[in-house]
């Protein structure tokens, strides 16, 4: 054992799980008050508005974080909300709150994610032209 309480959990499964928490709370939110067909398109949308939101904020508190030097959010989970679909909030709050937009290793990341994203969304298209 490193030292810590077992009940200490890291941060990054701490904010990770958090920010699933809120996306799914945010999802099913958005499915029960506009009650859409339960279709892929619906949920996909349901979910992709949540991330980008939750995104977003977890930018702004991070960024608020850092200008307290308290504890910080992982970048592993500001990754991971972009890679779960939530680049348009991860770049929203890029910009609004100037926030990791100097770190180069982190913003490589940032739009290789957003490549791959946006190259998914064309194949998928392609093949939804096809049929």
Known sequence: MSG???RT????VYHGSLALALTLLGA????????????????????????NVVTFGYYGYDK?????????????VLHGLSVAGGSLG??????????????????IFFWFTVVLQV????????????Y
Do not use: N
């Open 4 to 6: 810590r309480s077992s």
């Open 9 to 12: 959990m890291r941060p990054d």
């Open 28 to 51: 099913v939110a958005l499915i029960l008050a506009f009650r859409p067909s339960l279709s892929w398109a619906s949920l996909l949308g349901a979910w992709l508005f949540s991330v």
């Open 64 to 76: 608020g974080q850092a200008r307290r030097t308290s504890r910080r959010v992982p970048e592993v």
């Open 90 to 107: 991860a770049y929203g709050g890029m910009q609004l709150f100037r926030h990791k937009t100097i770190k180069g290793s982190f913003r």
């Open 119 to 130: 190259a998914l969304i064309l194949a998928v298209m392609y093949h939804l032209a096809k």
